[in-house]
């Protein structure tokens, strides 16, 4: 319903989100203000993000992890280890 009235009124541009550009994003987060994937289903930025991660010379400081199945506490571990030794959960 909704998506066809702007569709319709506005153009389909405004119904697609616009792809995500990890350089443009990554100058806008600091130590304290990180980049927070929040994944739809068949959503997969870990490609983009370990290129990212290589052409910055991060490649070795590059952690991740999915959550569920009890990963928290591994994954709070994780990100406290990356805070401390400069690292990228």
């Known amino acids: ?8 009124h506005l153009g389909q541009r405004f119904i697609e989100p616009p792809p995500f ?8 987060s600091t130590p304290t203000l990180p ?14 993000l370990r290129e990212y991660a290589r052409t ?7 952690e991740s992890i999915s959550l ?11 990100i406290k280890e990356g805070k401390d030794m400069g690292k990228w959960v």
């Not at 550009?21 to 806008?28: E, G, H, K, R, V």
């Not at 980049?35 to 983009?48: N, T």
């Not at 569920?68 to 994780?78: F, T």
Request: hydrophobic letters at 40%.
């Open 35 to 48: 980049l927070i994937f929040v994944l739809s289903s068949g959503a997969d930025p870990v490609k983009v």
């Open 56 to 62: 910055t010379g991060m490649a070795d400081k590059l």
């Open 68 to 78: 569920g199945q009890g990963q928290g506490p591994k994954a709070e571990k994780m």
């Open 21 to 28: 550009d990890l350089s443009l994003a990554y100058p806008d």
């Open 1 to 8: 319903g909704v998506q066809n009235f702007v569709r319709h």
